[in-house]
């Protein structure tokens, strides 16, 4: 699958960041139970990974279950780590053979010992790929992550090791479960709500967001490069004037 003509190669976002919502709506429209509904979503998990390696974004990060989710009742969220591990595990090769690397974010502590020892060998196994980094939100929440590196950031300022003077954005951003990649550039929101749900609150700070109504599980290649183009349109100003950016 080439790059879509649509598409201005030049302008892809590095970073594409989606709040993959909507599946229970899809399956409720379909008189079916929620699980039914993962199940679609997780075939379109499938095609965005194939589509994001192809279209050359360097980075994927899916909301695949938030810190609030475990308020769901607990058979859907045993549906969810089923899926999750059947998808490891079933995906692994695939990773292997483009060349993606899986990283997660999120309070991995808390999922299923199973759920756990299948994601970390999936992270190690990947871990020399190079081409896209998929990056699986897993029991992730915003401010647990900020609460998180705002405590890492206090011990070290108790223990000297860094004084409280050097407290800025990148240091700030160092402890983060994101550390390592760029903020997202493009934001994106299926299923028509139009809120943050605790997602990456530190590092969409000027993330172009998208909202559609579509559903997740009927998100797929067209859905994702309608998104790219409507995010190639914009102009990301990051404070400045229009006038100040033309003249560089
Ligand atoms: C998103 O779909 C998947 C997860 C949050 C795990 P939902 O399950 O939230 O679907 P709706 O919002 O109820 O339709
Ligand atoms: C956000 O969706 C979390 C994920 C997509 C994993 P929710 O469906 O949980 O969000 P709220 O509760 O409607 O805000
Ligand atoms: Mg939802």
Redesign the pocket.
Known sequence: MPVPQSLDPAYIPRHVAI???GN?RWAKSHNKPRLFGHKAGVDSVQKIVECAGEFGIEVLTL????T??WKRPVDEVGGLMGLLKNYLQAELSKMLNNNIRLICIGNIKKLPQDVRDVLENTIKETAANDKLILNL?LSYGGRAELIRGIKSIADKVRSGTLKSSEIDEGCIDRHLYTADIPDPDLLIRT?G?A?L???LLWQASYAEIYFTDTM?PEFREKAFVDAIIEYQSRERRFGQTSAQLIKG
């Open positions: 709040i993959m919502d229970g909301y695949a279950f938030s609030e989710n939100a299923g709500e809120r749900s605790n997602f997740w």
